[in-house]
Every structure is written in C-alpha cells, then in structure tokens.
C-alpha cells in the first residue's frame, strides 16, 4: 500500500514556501477532519447513513470527469491535454469494464443498493447537488492555473483511502477487496495526479497575485467536500432533517432496511 505522505517537489525557497502554503490549507481544511468521517471510519454509521454516503457521494464522483472533460475543452497545451486526459480513463475506464465510477457502484451493490438506483442519482442531497456543480462551474469558468489548483485536493487524500480502508474493514460486514476496489486503485493512481498537478500549480503561480489565486481555488475546492459532508450529516444524523428529493433510506435498498425510520423521510 502506498503511504499517505506525497512528493515534495518543491526546488526554490519561493516555491518551497508557496507549497508548504498549499498543504496548510489541507492541514486545516481538509475534510478528513468532518464529525461524519469519524463516524463512518469509526463504525459509527447505521447501515442507512453508509447508504446515504454512498448515493450522494457517488454523484460526485460521476461529475469529476465531466470536470476533467471541461478543463480539457479550454486547454491549448498538448502536453497538459496528453497528461490531463489519463484522469477521466481513471474514472470512466474502457467501453466494457474498469474505471472509478464501476468501482463505486460495486461498493453500492457492497452495501446493498442498487447500482441502477444509485447510478440515477435519484435522491441525492440538493445541498450535494449545489456544491458539486459549483466545482464543475469553477472549472469550466476559472483560469487554467485555478482548475488544476482546485484538484490538489489530491495532495490530502491518500492518508483518508488509507484510514477508510482500514476503519471500513475493522467495522463493517460488507468490507471486502471487491468492496473497496475504488480506495485502493485511487491510492495507486493520485501520486502521479498529485505530482504533476502540484508541479504544474507551483510552476506556472509565479506571481503573488497568480499564488493568491491558487490558494483560493484550493481553499474552495476544500469547502466543495466540507459541504458534501454538512448536507448529509444534517440530513442523516443530526438534525436527521431530509430535504425534498432526499433519498428517504428505503428507495433502491436490496439489502436489510434499518428499522429506525429516518425523520422526514414521510414528510
């Protein structure tokens, strides 16, 4: 297994102090950090909350290569195109098999949902809806230094892979190889994604004002999972509230129903 440590890549002090900038947001703002994590990575979560996690983090998941795709629409270097692009076989895969987005619906079907259902994206939080077509606006609308900042998320993400393959495991009957597939192939794939996106970001923000620029992007991209997360625990923990159009907990389980009723999911 890879460690969760990335590269440092950094060859002037000027860059050295922009990167160690980059990863302070991280270490302060990451997600990892969110009460709805340590639930689930704790064995905290019902089987309804790892449900719910698992459609609405889905939709996020199928967006993130038409984020790529938008970003390659408007790039007129080759070379960021050729290395850019690998991003959304990593999601999509090939014609017939492979790719993130299979490997997420296998944890649906791991959990008892189904793939179908989930893959509709029908009940997904509007709150996640919100935040997540807010990235892909901030993509297809930012400067090209901007987009490629707001995905050194990656810098952040495999000490998270990493402590939900091991909580999920430890905690839940579902937990298998087949079952955590898209954690373990994303701890493979993110240190290339990271050390050219990094690269690229620390190269190309050598101005104060193209630095400035880049941190936000990253500060925004750290409050588009933030908010993920929010929508969900105020819908499926506390206050339990569902919005309309939020999955009520029975829809397109073919699994064991929890047998507590999820508050607002009649309503």
Not at 238 to 255: C, L, N, S
Request: aromatic residues 8%; neutral net charge.
């Amino acid at each position: 297994m890879q460690t969760s440590a990335s590269p440092q890549i950094s060859t002037s002090p000027e860059k050295a102090a922009f990167e160690a900038r980059l990863r302070s947001i991280g270490a302060a703002r990451y997600h990892d950090k969110h009460p709805f994590h340590r639930m689930l990575h704790g064995g905290a979560c019902s089987m309804t909350q790892v449900r719910a996690w698992v459609i609405n983090r889905y939709y996020y998941q199928s967006r993130i290569p038409m984020k790529d795709a938008a970003l390659l629409s408007r790039c007129e270097n080759p070379r960021l195109r050729r290395i850019w692009r690998s991003r959304i076989e990593d999601h999509d895969g090939g014609l017939a098999e492979g790719g993130g987005i299979r490997r997420w619906l296998r944890l649906a079907e791991a959990v008892g949902l189904d793939p179908d259902y989930v893959a509709s994206t029908r009940g997904v939080l509007p709150g996640t809806r919100f935040a997540v077509d807010a990235y892909v606006h901030f993509v297809r609308e930012k400067t090209l230094l901007e987009a490629v900042a707001s995905s050194l998320t990656e810098l952040f993400a495999p000490a998270i892979h990493e402590n939900r393959i091991a909580g999920l495991l430890k905690h839940y009957a579902f937990a298998d190889d087949a079952a955590l597939s898209y954690f373990r192939q994303r701890l493979n794939e993110a240190p290339q994604d990271v050390a050219f996106g990094l690269a690229h970001v620390l190269d190309h923000a050598d101005t104060l004002e193209k630095q400035d620029a880049a941190a936000a992007a990253l500060t925004f991209k750290t409050d588009v999972l933030w908010s993920q997360l929010d929508t969900l625990h105020s819908a499926y923990v506390a206050p339990a509230r569902i919005p309309p159009g939020g999955w009520d907990g029975r829809e397109g389980v073919t699994g064991e129903i929890d047998d507590q009723p999820l508050q607002g999911a009649a309503e």
